[in-house]
């Protein structure tokens, strides 16, 4: 299947801080890609959907100044989360959808990041 | 409001017996459906997929079934085994709002040997 990278896999910070991940799609070109957060024994829940040289499309109650997204190209997007506060902590995972066949309607997860804001 | 619903948020099965994991939803303009696999810390795993003029999809051991009337879907494997022992998620699409995955909580599995 196709594979989407994320790093960095762990990271703990103080609050305050801004935080960078970073989502590739490493044998596809991405159109389209999603972020999703989830909390513990929790689904996972969209924050914002991006698409390639365009802003993002943030979901309701998402502050889109907390969390900065950017597609800058078919196969990388960033997600910035600034002045990082301990409620920040989570699981963040992107997954990546492309522009037809298999990689239309299917999206592929990154493996996910574990953000720790102390 | 969730539109996908995995009402059993546990199943336990023998190895090598079914697992049947249900999924319901409410938007009937769903048009495509995907169940995912996940371990813990980890990003979901596709697994499987079902168009919405379909009622069944077959890879494998994997297999799921589409009941467009009951807005009802489930995933069938067989035979289960160890390895299998994961949290799946089934999830919702609808092509024409972007694509973006509209997820159910989630069904822990535990395969015992």
């Known amino acids: 299947g196709a594979v989407v990278s994320q790093h960095p896999s762990r990271v703990i910070c103080k609050s305050g801080t801004s935080v960078k991940i970073e989502c590739r799609s490493l044998?596809?070109?991405?159109?389209?890609m999603f972020w999703y957060r989830q909390f513990p024994k929790q689904s996972l829940m969209l924050m914002a959907t991006?698409?390639?040289?365009?802003?993002?499309?943030?979901e309701q109650g998402v502050e889109k100044d907390k969390f900065l997204i950017n597609h800058a190209s078919l196969t990388l997007s960033t997600l910035t989360v600034t002045s990082a506060h301990p409620e920040d902590s989570s699981f963040y995972i992107c997954?990546?959808?492309?522009?037809?066949?298999?990689?239309?309607?299917?999206?592929?997860f990154g493996p996910g990041t574990r953000l720790l804001v102390l | 409001d969730q539109q996908v619903k995995q009402n059993s948020p546990s199943l336990s099965v023998q190895e090598g017996r079914i697992s049947i994991l249900n999924c319901d939803y409410t938007?009937?303009?769903?048009?495509?459906f995907l169940w995912y696999k996940k371990y813990p810390a980890e990003g979901p795993t596709f697994l499987i997929s079902?168009?919405?003029?379909?009622d069944k999809n077959e890879d494998g051991r994997f297999t799921v079934f589409l009941n467009k009337s009951a807005k009802h879907l489930s995933l069938h494997i067989v035979p289960s085994q160890p390895g299998d022992s994961a949290v799946y998620f089934c999830?919702?699409?609808?092509?024409?709002?972007?694509?973006?995955?509209?997820f159910g909580k989630g069904t822990s599995l535990l395969v015992t040997p």
């Open positions: 079902i168009s919405s003029i379909k």
């Open positions: 997954s990546a959808r492309g522009a037809g066949g298999p990689f239309l309607e299917t999206q592929y």
């Open positions: 938007n009937s303009m769903f048009d495509y």
């Open positions: 999830a919702a699409i609808l092509s024409n709002s972007g694509y973006a995955l509209n």
């Open positions: 991006s698409n390639e040289g365009s802003k993002a499309t943030y």
């Open positions: 044998d596809f070109q991405a159109t389209t």
